[in-house]
């Protein structure tokens, strides 16, 4: 959103009134809500005709409304507090209206990747891979790309292997950041990391870096880097291949593991399997699908770990490309 689209949906939500306005912030993204917060603290009065503009572009009905509201600052804490809860609203309104910074772990979900970096680069890595879970998969990846290779593989590792965090925990770590988190229950384990946190964040580094960490957790732990592998690449993803790389897997492909793996796959990746093959082929397949009878999920899902087996081989022999998150890192 540019400047001027900024400025106009901060009009737009102040004219509506607190309870429209609350509910169109509930379905913003935290960074969303945060530069229309700013742009609305920033307004305090406009003309008439801007007024009118917005909500005719808007198809709005009040082409007569031009005082927004009387205290702006009130206006927007009322709204934030009714979509987000006193406790966000409270972490936000900090920053915005007296531009402190909001402490604790929560702040670092304001902060660009290179300040997060700077930040928590000098604490013990444990502590980083417990911060870096709490951030979305991009901003985590992105931050962990401004940390050297050994810092960064380490605490990859430390993500994929943590499995969930004691309240006792978390206070601790917040306490780091100078803010104890709410709302922890006494008794429950929170879980954050595990092999499917670190595929997600790894998958969003591409190129050298996805390989390196990759190759520095399977020097640690075999298996779990497969796991990891595993979660990155699933039989979804094929569809993610371009037409050459099918044609080069389906060759590899034996008829019976094909029909039952494509029991499980959706309608447009079939039709591409179809479309990859001879006419001929492609009909027999096809009528095999049709007279197959039911399968078993398990007997589905073993027939597709085998066929992705084949394509990361061919992906190790430089045949294919399998492009991850970030870029077209070949795993």
């Known amino acids: 959103m540019n400047d001027e689209g900024l400025v106009d949906s901060a009009i737009l939500l102040m004219a509506l009134g607190e309870d429209a306005a609350a509910e169109v912030f509930r379905h913003l993204a935290p960074k969303e809500v945060h530069k ?19 909500l005719a572009r808007f198809h709005g009905a009040s082409a007569g409304l031009s005082t927004l509201v009387e205290n702006t600052d009130e206006y927007l804490k009322s709204v ?8 966000r609203a409270g972490l936000l309104l900090g920053r915005i209206l007296q531009g402190g910074d909001v402490a604790g772990i929560e702040s670092l979900k304001w902060m660009d990747p290179r300040s997060v970096a700077e930040l928590i680069r000098n604490e013990h890595p444990q502590i980083v ?10 901003h ?30 978390m206070r601790e770590l917040d306490q780091v950041l100078t803010r104890v988190l709410a709302g ?13 946190a670190a595929a997600e964040i790894i998958a969003r580094f591409g190129g050298t870096a996805e ?18 592998a595993d979660l990155m690449f699933t039989f979804d993803d094929l569809d993610r ?30 039709e591409r399997v179809f479309g990859n093959m001879s006419q001929r082929a492609a009909e027999t397949l096809r009528e095999d699908l049709e007279s197959k009878g039911p399968v078993r999920l398990s007997e589905v899902e073993a027939e597709q770990k085998e066929i992705l087996k ?6 190790d022999e430089g045949q294919i490309a399998i492009g991850g998150g970030g870029g077209d890192a070949v795993v």
Not at 310 to 315: D, W, Y
């Open 129 to 138: 891979a417990s911060i870096l879970v709490h951030l979305d998969r991009e």
């Open 36 to 54: 229309l917060g700013e742009a609305m603290s920033r307004i305090r009065t406009t003309s008439r005709d801007k007024v009118d503009a917005v």
């Open 241 to 270: 291949l371009d037409d050459r790389a099918i044609q080069l897997l389906l060759r590899e492909v034996q008829s019976e593991s094909l029909v039952v793996a494509l029991k499980g796959a959706d309608a447009a990746f079939r």
């Open 80 to 87: 934030l507090r009714r979509a987000l809860g006193e406790e």
């Open 184 to 196: 922890s229950d006494a008794h429950e384990r929170t879980r954050l990391g595990g092999s499917k």
């Open 140 to 169: 985590a990846a992105a931050t962990l790309l401004e940390f050297d290779e050994a810092l960064r593989n380490d605490v990859v590792l430390r993500i994929a292997t943590l499995d969930g965090l004691q309240p006792s925990a």
């Open 310 to 315: 084949i394509a990361r081989r061919l992906a």
């Open 211 to 228: 390989v390196a960490t990759l190759d520095a957790i399977r020097e640690h732990d075999a298996g779990l880097a497969q796991a990891i």
